[in-house]
């Protein structure tokens, strides 16, 4: 399972926390960095445009890719939402290890037969 990195930028504090915590509690990502970007030039239906923005850096791993897309898209403010995914090529084999672990499904409690579990 190869680790990627995943970014995406949004026009809010508020917003980039909503992302933020939404896709490590999902366990779609290890981890988000929030980063303020002073100034954000780009070009939009024509007009150049010039805003403060923040950067999120998502830690995870490509087969959870679909799923981080689709999280952002749903929570993001933005028209048309920057996300772009990178392989990671190289990275200390321990943190590698660590971003895989963190984004494995929660495991659900098995329910056997409908009785209840009298070893608790």
């Not at 939009?44 to 999280?71: F, N």
């Amino acid at each position: 399972m190869g680790a990627i990195v995943v970014v995406t930028t949004v026009g809010t504090r508020d917003q980039a926390n909503l992302i933020a915590e939404e896709l490590v509690g999902r366990r779609l990502a290890g981890s988000v960095h929030i980063i303020p970007i002073q100034r954000s030039v780009y070009r939009w239906k024509e007009k150049v445009c010039d805003d403060s923005e923040y950067l999120l850096v998502v830690k995870t791993v490509a087969s959870r890719y679909e799923e981080i897309e689709t999280a952002i898209g749903a929570l993001h403010d933005y028209e048309l939402p920057e996300i772009l995914a990178f392989n990671v090529s190289r990275g200390e084999a321990r943190f590698l290890k660590w971003i895989t672990q963190s984004t494995q499904p929660a495991l659900e409690p098995q329910d056997t037969d409908g009785a209840e579990d009298t070893n608790l």
